[in-house]
């Protein structure tokens, strides 16, 4: 098994002295890509205390290391999941904890029995976060009113997400509005700050994963507002 990094603020304090306390339930996101994801979801723990979250619930990015670092097929992905709650060091309590499984849909473009199968895949302890055709979709969302001026007028090019040059079409208006890379630019993490437009923004697409094919899908915003209402 490769080591595994895991990123949190758990238990960040300014002296040694203060006490130490264990989170109630855990949130363990895993995420296809190996950049923008993660400088995403890194700032959003980093400021997990302003956002309202249960003191005694934790945030925590498990980033691929070694032969696990190319891991991006959804089924692996959920394969890995699976294996990273056998071991201790990872502190996984099925009776409380979740593995959020963050993946984009498009590679399942035509093919949505191939998609069924992979939401049959998902256990009780396991949430999938899922954006069709890609995270660049939910990173839009935290920019004014882009669900009205580009999302809806331009569902149809987004859903084919041709490549314009090097870059697929969702990218490149990504980077039209924002002025970033989003496979380059750790500034994308910044983005985070902005996440209660993005949440209100995706209430205007679609939510529901299992229709997530042929639709401009995004949940991610939701699966992060659940986890602000969780009261344990």
Partial sequence: MAPIRTYTNWNKRSTDIEEKVEPYRKYFFI????????WYFKKLIDIRK???IHPLIDIRLMEKTGEDDSISNPK???EFAEKQ???TENNFDIKHDKMIIVFDADIYKGKPEVYQSILELVGTDNILAVTNPSFELFLLLHYENTVNDIIIPENEQILENKKEGKRRYITKRFTDISGMNPK???AIGDLAIHIDLAIEQEKLLNQNITNAIGLVTCNIGKVIEDIRKDSI
């Fill in 50 to 52: 302003t956002l309202g």
């Fill in 184 to 186: 380059e630019n750790s």
């Fill in 76 to 78: 692996a992905l959920i």
């Fill in 31 to 38: 995420c296809e890509g190996k950049n923008t994801e993660v």
């Fill in 85 to 87: 709650k056998k071991y």
